[in-house]
C-alpha cells in the first residue's frame, strides 16, 4: 500500500508531495530536508493502491491533516491518524466466516420458588425479671493498734563548742596565751607544735628541732628567744581574728627575714610583733575562760 503526502497553499494550489510505501504492519516514514511549513499538509492513500474500496479488505478512509508531535532543535516530528477503515457490513462478495461468532446469549434467571407463608408464632407473656441481690461486702480490714515503743533515753551533753573567732579586731599578748583558762582559743596550733613546724628551716636552725611554741611563750633575756616569743604571740593571734595587722603567712614571712638580717632588724621586727600583740594602743584582748 502506498502512502501520499501533499502539501497546499493558502489557494489551495500543491506546494510539495511525496509518496512513501508502507511495510507489512501499515507503518510507514517520510523525511522532509530543509524547514518546510507542514501544517497545511495532508496524507491520504494513493489511488493506484492494490486494494481499493472495492476490495473485501480495508477501504481507503478519507484524508488526514498531519498532526505536529513535539519540535526540538530544528527538527519536527508529525503523524497521522489511520488511514483505512472498516465497514459496518461486509459487501454481499466477500466471502463469509465457516464458523460465525453468534452474540452472547443473556443469560435468564429461573423465577423465586412460592414459599407458603407461616402463621405467626404465639406471643407468650413475657415474666419479670428476677431481682438482683448484691453480695453483702465484708467490712474493711483494720490493723491492729501498734504497741508503744519505750522512750529513748537521753542524749548525751555534748562538749561545749570553743568560740568562733572574733569578726572584730583582737589582740592578746603573750600572757594571756599562757593561761591555761584559755587553751581552748588554739585552734590551728597546738601547744606541742615544733617551732620547726611553723616556721620553716630557718627557724630550726636558731632554736633547734625540739622547741615547742609553748615553750617559745615562755622566752625571755636574749634577742631571738623575745622575737620567738613576740612571733608565735603574733602567729595566734592571726589564727585567732581576722583583723589581726599580721595574717599568719605574714607573721612567717617577718620571722625568717629577721633571722636572716642583722640582729638590729631581729629586734625591730620583735618591736613591731610586740606591738601588734598589745592592740596598737586601740584594740583589745577579748578572750572568756574557756569553760
Request: net charge positive; hydrophobic share 35%; proline share 15%.
Amino acid at each position: 500500500m502506498k502512502v501520499r503526502v501533499t502539501c497546499v497553499d493558502s489557494n489551495g494550489q500543491t506546494t510539495m508531495s511525496r509518496e512513501e510505501t508502507t511495510n507489512l504492519f501499515g507503518n510507514y516514514v517520510m523525511r522532509f530536508d530543509g524547514t518546510p511549513n507542514l501544517s497545511n499538509c495532508f496524507a491520504q492513500v494513493s489511488s493506484g493502491s492494490e486494494q481499493g474500496s472495492t476490495g473485501c479488505g480495508a477501504a481507503a478512509g478519507p484524508a488526514q491533516n498531519l498532526r505536529l508531535m513535539f519540535s526540538m532543535f530544528d527538527m519536527e516530528m508529525y503523524s497521522v491518524d489511520s488511514l483505512l477503515t472498516q465497514p459496518a457490513q461486509p459487501m454481499s462478495f466477500c466471502p463469509k466466516s465457516a464458523n460465525p461468532v453468534s452474540p452472547p446469549a443473556t443469560p435468564t434467571t429461573p423465577p423465586a420458588p412460592v414459599t407458603p407463608s407461616t402463621p405467626p408464632a404465639p406471643v407468650t407473656p413475657s415474666t419479670p425479671p428476677a431481682p438482683v441481690t448484691r453480695p453483702i461486702s465484708p467490712p474493711p480490714f483494720r490493723l491492729p493498734p501498734m504497741p508503744r515503743f519505750p522512750p529513748l533515753p537521753p542524749l548525751p551533753h555534748l562538749p561545749p563548742m570553743p568560740p568562733m573567732p572574733f569578726v572584730e579586731a583582737t589582740a592578746c599578748p603573750h600572757q594571756s596565751w599562757a593561761m591555761p583558762e584559755y587553751k581552748c582559743y588554739w585552734r590551728a596550733l597546738n601547744q606541742d607544735t615544733k617551732v620547726a613546724v611553723a616556721f620553716g628551716p630557718l627557724a630550726a636552725r636558731r632554736y633547734g628541732t625540739d622547741v615547742t611554741l609553748w615553750q617559745g611563750l615562755q622566752g625571755r633575756g636574749d634577742l631571738y628567744r623575745t622575737l620567738l616569743r613576740e612571733a608565735t604571740t603574733a602567729l595566734l593571734n592571726s589564727y585567732n581574728s581576722l583583723q589581726f595587722p599580721y595574717n599568719s603567712v605574714s607573721v612567717v614571712t617577718h620571722m625568717n627575714y629577721a633571722l636572716m638580717d642583722s640582729p638590729r632588724s631581729a629586734l625591730l621586727t620583735a618591736f613591731r610583733f610586740m606591738r601588734a600583740n598589745s592592740g596598737s594602743g586601740n584594740v583589745t584582748c577579748k578572750f572568756t575562760p574557756c569553760k
